[in-house]
């Protein structure tokens, strides 16, 4: 795929590679309208961000977008004709894969770029500064929820005005933790992402609370992950304190005891090398991979010549780009990771739906037609440097530079994978429009075309849709969305943060099956 490159041709049409036989709808098209920068005349009306064929494609022959297969045709297909659900399929191409052969050197930055982030005893630099109460299972989350209420802010009521340097306190709750095995791989999965919560540079301090008859634990929990209580991570069960009434007096007077100590830290420059960036995209329209995506991938680029990292995940929208991945990867052991990966999601979805499918409804309305197609424009989030580090769900993210996690493609699990991995800041393009936000980790959202941004300005940080209206370039608006990383990092509110959004996109990746 070209690196960061859009070439318009004209205003209606959008051409992503010269030996691509479909373009692009810029804007809605009539039937009958001749185009003549492709030398081609609409044979259907053909809605913006869909495909228009630019040359006769016979029955079973490749349909190319971004210059890659995302698809084989149907039946035959006329220049001029709209190509999508009626007369493109995925098919089976294989991928053909290479190691190594697109590593590049990443140019040093003449002046490092700098945050003002929160400095951890342990090191690490947070972007914001939350109290937590983590259920380890779904029994206690209402008194986990019952918790974090005694700190809400509600009708000009502020609990936490005597701690400004404090953005909140949440409640962590989920639907797993009993009704599992605790020796298969979604148990260790399901501990590892508590864990990474309850460590998570984010957090100032956290309550761990049970029931106490679970399958998970505290003391399994506790003793598996390594944590340790003290005075900023303490943990109770329902069944030992006496009932919801004894342990929500618990949470507050643990919370009261925290409050202080969390408040007391102070925003300080640090190098952008701190700040690790998990990377979404939902709601995914035939533009998310020539605006939005791309442009985060610029930016990609940039965090990643200042030391920083990017973390790429959603394994089911890898499917049809893979080959690609492995081509950046730097050793044969992180490419085999890539090949492995695809495999396993392979054999999932032959268990489980009998082929590979990563599109919804929206997604076909928006003009993407086929797994490959959706999977291309997706990778572009990632930029165009080196593959560092491959890590599974939740683990701890260890690498600089551009990495990946394998989560799966539901932006909830995916980011909640991330953030227990390290991840400080979610990046999260749209094409269809979403209402997504994250904790403790804030969430930038970047909409793909102007319109979408106009129509939900409440929730879109970032209009990347000037890209297609032609006033601002790739390059250009990636530097825009790598300042606005580092504003964010800063202390920044972003729109999902202003209305709250975040404790129940919290979505464990449940793996094991409920006994």
């Not at 259907?44 to 495909?51: N, S, T, Y």
């Not at 799966?408 to 749209?430: N, R, W």
Request: charged share 20%.
């Amino acid at each position: 795929m070209p690196e960061h490159t859009v070439q318009f041709v004209g205003r209606r049409t959008l051409r992503l590679h010269p030996i691509d036989n479909v373009v692009i709808a810029a804007r809605p098209l009539a039937a009958a309208l001749h185009l003549e920068e492709e030398r081609v005349t609409t044979v259907d009306a053909v809605a913006a961000g869909h495909k228009l064929a630019t040359a006769a494609i016979g029955k079973g022959e490749p349909v190319r977008r971004y210059g890659q297969i995302v698809g084989f045709a149907t039946r035959p297909i006329a220049p001029g004709e709209h190509v999508h659900l009626h007369n493109l399929a995925a098919g089976d191409a294989a991928a053909q894969y290479e190691f190594g052969t697109d590593l590049k050197t990443v140019p040093l930055p003449k002046q490092p770029a700098t945050f003002l982030g929160i400095r951890r005893a342990d090191g690490r630099v947070a972007t914001r500064n939350y109290l937590g109460v983590l259920s380890t299972v779904n029994c206690s989350a209402t008194v986990a929820k019952m918790i974090a209420d005694r700190f809400r802010r509600f009708r000009g009521h502020d609990p936490l005005a005597r701690w400004p340097n404090v953005d909140a306190v949440v409640a962590l709750t989920h639907p797993g933790g009993c009704g599992s095995s605790p020796f298969g791989e979604g148990y260790g999965v399901f501990q590892r992402t508590l864990a990474g919560y309850a460590r998570h540079p984010n957090f100032a301090g956290i309550l761990v609370v049970g029931l106490g008859c679970e399958v998970n634990q505290i003391q399994f929990l506790m003793n598996a992950q390594r944590l340790q209580e003290g005075t900023m991570l303490a943990t109770m069960n329902i069944q030992d304190i006496g009932g919801t009434q004894a342990i929500v007096d618990w949470g507050e007077r643990r919370l009261l005891e925290m409050l202080p100590v969390a408040d007391a830290v102070r925003r300080e420059p640090v190098g952008a090398d701190h700040l690790i960036v998990g990377l979404q995209c939902g709601g995914s329209d035939g533009f998310s991979g020539v605006t939005a995506n791309p442009a985060l991938g610029a930016a990609v680029d940039l965090l990643v010549a200042h030391g920083g990292t990017g973390v790429l995940s959603e394994s089911p929208e890898l499917f049809g780009a893979q080959h690609l991945l492995t081509r950046r990867a730097v050793s044969r052991e992180v490419a085999d990771k890539v090949v492995a990966c695809i495999d396993w999601w392979q054999a999932y979805f032959a268990r489980h739906v009998g082929k590979v499918v990563n599109t919804a409804p929206g997604n076909f309305e928006g003009g993407l037609t086929t797994s490959p197609e959706k999977s291309l424009g997706s990778f572009a989030k990632g930029g165009t440097t080196n593959l560092t580090g491959f890590f599974g769900y939740a683990e701890p993210i260890t690498a600089k530079g551009f990495v990946y996690m394998d989560t799966p493609s539901y932006d909830p699990v995916s980011v909640t994978g991330q953030i227990a991995g390290g991840a400080t800041l979610i990046c999260f393009t749209t094409g269809r429009g979403s209402a997504f936000g994250s904790v403790p980790a804030p969430c930038l959202k970047l909409a793909t075309n102007t319109p979408l941004y106009r129509k939900q300005l409440d929730d879109m940080d970032i209009n990347c849709g000037d890209i297609l209206d032609g006033t601002a370039g790739i390059e250009e608006t990636g530097r825009r969305i790598f300042e606005r990383m580092l504003a964010v990092a800063s202390g920044e509110r972003t729109k999902s943060e202003s209305f709250g959004y975040g404790e129940l996109e919290f979505s464990p990746w449940l793996i094991e099956p409920t006994l």
